[in-house]
């Protein structure tokens, strides 16, 4: 019976929604745990970095953080399951500069719930989601961001020049992880190389591939299609790759072979969704 209520107890004490002083060292930065929901009655008054882990959170509701408008800065919510964030979730948060919403089920990038931090923020971090789009506004929103993080999410559509030249401060973008057509792949490298903007993806030599059958492969300028099977032909042929390279073909080939069941998992997953 003791040991019953002994585990009784823990689970209890696990299950109890708190926030906690102290990280990161410092008495103003808190760390919540086992929230069902964001509610002011939980969240400690004048924190300055707040982050949620552990918590079961699908709605992030308008004005969830107000009580938080003097203080925060940093704001993390991670690996809580957060599906939906309504219009004006981050109102008043007019110091915070970094958002953090990893490792959840984010469907979208909406300038509804960006706007009200637009001018402050200077770090988005989203990777490992499942975002699919990004609202177009945000670009002219986020005037302030340097670094952008969306790696790992389902994006396809690729990020235009025209758009990213708005973003006037990025200075790193993280991109790894996505869908992302060939022809985006190009466009985008080209973009960020020629205005130094740091980026990170997991791209490797396909990048000279692409480059070479827009340069060289009749009509790839224009039709998707023969882009990708002139730059799969390539990534399947060591004597298309020069000497110094041709030692990386197997590990380009492998690459491409787990690139494209990923992508079919992924469509199967949105139809099973539907």
Not at 208 to 213: N, P, R
Not at 227 to 247: F, H, T, W, Y
């Amino acid at each position: 019976m003791r040991g019953s209520l002994i585990i009784l107890a823990t689970c209890f004490a696990a299950c109890v929604a708190v926030c906690r002083p102290g990280l990161n060292g410092r008495n103003d930065w808190y760390r919540c745990e086992g929230l069902n929901e964001i509610s002011e009655s939980v969240l400690p008054f004048g924190a300055v970095g707040l982050s949620i882990v552990e918590s079961n959170v699908s709605r992030i509701r308008s004005g969830s953080f107000a009580k938080l408008s003097e203080s925060l800065e940093q704001l993390n919510v991670t690996g809580c399951g957060v599906e939906t964030i309504e219009p004006a979730a981050f109102a008043g948060l007019g110091k915070l500069k970094v958002l953090g919403l990893v490792d959840n089920k984010i469907r979208s990038i909406d300038a509804s719930w960006i706007r009200d931090v637009s001018r402050s923020l200077k770090a988005l971090i989203v990777w490992r989601n499942r975002i699919t789009e990004i609202d177009p506004e945000i670009y002219d929103l986020l005037t302030e961001l340097e670094v952008w993080d969306i790696a790992h999410n389902e994006l396809a559509n690729c990020l235009q020049p025209e758009a990213l030249k708005k973003l006037k401060k990025l200075g790193t973008i993280l991109i790894a992880g996505n869908p992302w057509a060939y022809r985006c792949r190009f466009s985008m490298t080209w973009y960020l190389g020629k205005n130094h903007v740091r980026f990170i993806r997991d791209w490797g030599i396909t990048d000279l591939l692409i480059e070479e059958c827009l340069a060289h492969e009749p009509g790839a300028q224009q039709d998707d299609a023969i882009l990708n099977e002139c730059v799969d032909r390539k990534i399947g042929s060591s004597d298309s790759l020069p000497q110094s390279v041709a030692g990386l073909n197997e590990q380009v080939r492998e690459l491409a072979r787990k690139l494209r069941s990923l992508e079919a998992d992924v469509a199967t997953l949105k139809k099973s969704r539907i």
